[in-house]
């Protein structure tokens, strides 16, 4: 039997914590009774029951050796023993899962999310850490051994810690919305879907690079930059004063070159308002949306979030990132090139640019 969640996720002004709290009654969670087996097999798993979960343990006492190898990484040989786990979610959210000691002396132990207890179900893997923006109902996280192409099985000691930040809501929700991408396929590890395009359903998580700036209108004075730095520094003084927000700037223009731009110019090809460029977003969107539309960016390990603008570049190119954000919007984030983010459309759509607490009710 499902225990109520209370704590759900509203909006107001700078940081989350993620959801603290039973989730749900332990022996339902994991099907744990006295005839279900040894704990620890996707018979019968360990229970998640609330966050955030923390368990340490040794990949060499696993009472299985089931799985070989996964969907979200086939070419992978996990053929070494895992321990799983199981958590029941009742509302969706960022769940994500991380080793705070192993792999290392020999050891490597590999994470894996799956929506069910086979390992062709699998939707997202890491090395460390692994993130995944969860719908209602079970999941799976595995910590497998790694078996080296000599045949060594690195398995070994591990300490665990699953989390979880739900979607918020409030003033900070977010509107369910399907977008056009100009990617031909799906990359392992990001939800979407193919048929005669490639769609991303938003909100969406997954790697988020580092952009550079991009001129303002602020400074604009008929010419682009000559080169990555010509003018940057007038323009980190400029973007401070436009926000009010403190950083370590480092990040140059964006590069010449791409479709005939300039340095600084964004695919509209016009200079942008310097609130807006300090907290620009971007994907790779067929139809670009309307020139400062917002988007809420969240990081789902520390429920810090920001809300950036969107509409005025497209990209990055690649499929293996959904979106790319101006440094700013790491900085408060406290999040690098390529580290996963939620990113999705406010419903709020007056609400202003910047840093934003999304608070437990």
């Known amino acids: 039997m499902h225990i109520p ?11 989350a914590d993620p959801l603290d709290g039973p989730l749900t009654d332990t022996a ?31 990949t060499s006492l696993a009472p299985q050796d089931q799985v070989d190898s996964y969907a979200c990484a086939p070419s992978n040989d996990e053929s070494g023993p895992e321990w799983v786990y199981a958590v029941d979610l009742p509302m ?23 929506s069910a207890s086979d390992a062709a179900d699998c ?13 209602p109902g079970r999941w799976y996280i595995v910590a497998d051994s790694f078996v080296d192409s000599a045949g060594v099985s690195k398995q070994g000691a591990y300490e665990l810690t699953v989390d979880f930040v739900p979607l918020p809501t409030g003033e900070c929700s977010m509107e369910s919305r399907e977008l056009r991408m100009y990617w031909s396929a799906c990359a392992p590890g990001i939800d979407c879907r193919e048929d005669d395009e490639v769609w991303l359903q938003t909100p969406s998580l997954g790697p988020v690079v580092k952009e550079a ?6 400074e604009w004075d008929g010419s682009w930059p000559g080169s990555f730095t010509d003018g940057i520094a007038a323009h980190y003084a400029l973007s401070e004063d436009a926000t009010g927000y403190s950083a370590s700037r480092s990040e140059p223009w964006a590069p010449a070159g791409e479709g005939g731009s300039e340095y600084g110019q964004g695919s509209t090809g016009s200079p942008v ?22 988007l809420l960016v969240v990081n789902p390990w520390n429920g810090r979030a920001v809300v950036a603008a969107g509409g005025y570049e497209t990209g990055p190119g690649s499929n293996t990132s959904i979106g ?38």
């Not at 700036?213 to 602020?218: A, K, P, Q, R, S």
Request: glycine share 10%; proline share 6%.
């Open 5 to 15: 969640l209370t704590l759900l996720l509203s909006c107001q002004s700078p940081t």
């Open 28 to 58: 339902d969670t994991a099907n744990q009774s006295a005839e279900c087996g040894p704990q620890g097999t996707f018979a019968c798993p360990i229970a998640i029951s609330s966050f955030p979960f923390q368990d340490a343990r040794d």
């Open 92 to 114: 969706a959210g960022a769940l994500t899962a991380r080793l705070d000691a192993g792999n290392s002396g020999g050891v490597d132990i590999d994470l894996q999310i799956l």
């Open 123 to 135: 939707v997202s893997r890491g090395h460390v850490q692994t993130a995944w923006l969860a719908q």
């Open 213 to 218: 700036h991009l001129v303002t209108e602020e």
């Open 273 to 294: 308002p310097a609130a807006d460029e300090a907290w620009y977003l971007n994907m790779h969107w067929r139809d670009r949306p309307a020139k400062g539309t917002r």
């Open 324 to 361: 790319g954000g101006v440094e700013e919007v790491h900085d408060h984030l406290r999040t690098g090139h390529r580290d996963d983010l939620i990113i999705g459309f406010l419903a709020d759509q007056a609400l202003p640019l910047g840093p934003i607490e999304c608070t437990a009710q």
